[in-house]
């Protein structure tokens, strides 16, 4: 029996023709590129700042960063900007840009790099349309949405077609933070990022859960980045609530037993916390996860499971690939 590969699930990139894009019409649609002093390009909007350096788009530098990490599938996905922040036809562009891009990486290296697709969520026609076409490009294994839509949340049923589509392909669903709820008062210590994060993302698992997503479409896998940051966790008390509050007298079963329905990453900054989770949930729903190549995530990632010395072989072998293979379609 072939080994399982090793498979990264949330390992960021951006295409050099992205970045072009964003230089060449991004003025006119809200946004500039400028050079840092040591030579990297940043990206700015009134909102956003992101730093386009080589490790996050070269893929020589970033196979030797995986061959170094023992990993040997990256699942490429944009991070923020993303392409919300964008006029829907320029979102669509630059989505087209992204999705063309992964496709090509994984042409180049059908056995490294598989690509989740962006779409224009702020126009779902458009996020239809596109998802139709990116999904017939070789490699393109999944959907990468934001945890709110500039601020519209993801029960929203103008992106139910969308789910319905995704179930349909058989079609992961990875969730990613980009403006996250409370930014007012996390601007200081970097809590935009230690905490509004983790909270946006609970946030966006309590709106699929309360809000019918899941019921609606019972064969859609969604991936919560961060460990699933406050949802695991704050769990108890949604199921009490759904007990207690008239707000949640429609649901028919507690929150709880929606865990599974999601898989979550290995990016938890703690042993104990990671176990838990595991427990939890279950190793099958837990899958490797990076945040290559921010210092928030783990540039070994393998080493964050082998940490956890409770886990069984076969614990192991799920959570570094063979759930992740499955759910990606990656063969050995």
């Known amino acids: 029996m072939a080994k399982s590969p090793v498979i990264d699930t949330h390992a960021h990139w951006f ?3 992205y970045v072009r894009l964003i230089e060449k019409d991004g003025v006119a649609n809200g946004a500039k590129l400028e050079r840092s002093p040591d030579g990297y390009t940043a990206f700015v909007t009134d909102k956003m700042r992101q730093v386009f350096n080589p490790p996050m788009m070269e ?6 960063a995986m061959d170094k990490a023992g990993v040997d599938v990256h699942a490429l996905s944009l991070t923020s900007p993303m ?4 006029p829907p036809a320029f979102g669509l562009a630059l989505s087209q840009a992204y999705n063309d891009g992964a496709s090509a990486a994984h042409r180049k290296h059908p056995g490294r790099f598989v690509g989740m697709a962006m779409l224009p969520m702020q126009a779902p026609d458009l996020a239809l349309k596109e998802l139709e076409r990116a999904s017939k490009l070789p490699g393109m294994r999944g959907l990468y949405v934001a945890t709110n839509v500039n601020g519209t949340e993801l029960d929203d049923k103008g992106f139910w077609p969308i789910y319905a589509k995704c179930e349909q392909l058989g079609w992961p669903v990875f969730l990613h933070p980009v403006d996250t709820i409370g930014s007012d008062r996390t601007k200081r210590f970097y809590l935009r990022n230690l905490l509004g994060n983790p909270y946006d993302t609970g946030v966006a698992a309590a709106h699929l859960v309360f809000g019918g997503v899941l019921d609606a479409f019972p064969r859609l896998e969604i991936l919560l980045p961060h460990a699933g940051g406050t949802f695991p966790g704050l769990i108890g008390r949604l199921d009490h609530g759904t007990k207690v509050r008239p707000e949640l007298k429609h649901m028919k079963q507690p929150p709880s037993a929606y865990l599974r329905r999601f898989t979550y990453d290995t990016i938890g900054h703690n042993d104990q916390i990671m176990m838990n989770l595991v427990r939890m949930v279950g190793a ?19 080493d964050v499971v082998d940490r956890l010395k409770e886990l069984s072989a076969g614990e192991r072998g799920l959570i570094l690939g ?5 759910l990606l379609k990656v063969s050995p």
């Open 15 to 17: 295409p050099a023709d």
């Open 59 to 64: 893929l020589d530098l970033r196979l030797a």
């Open 83 to 86: 392409v919300y922040w964008a």
């Open 284 to 302: 099958d729903r837990v899958m490797l996860g990076s945040d290559y190549c921010y210092d928030m995530g783990h540039e070994r990632p393998v």
């Open 322 to 326: 063979q759930t992740a293979a499955r």
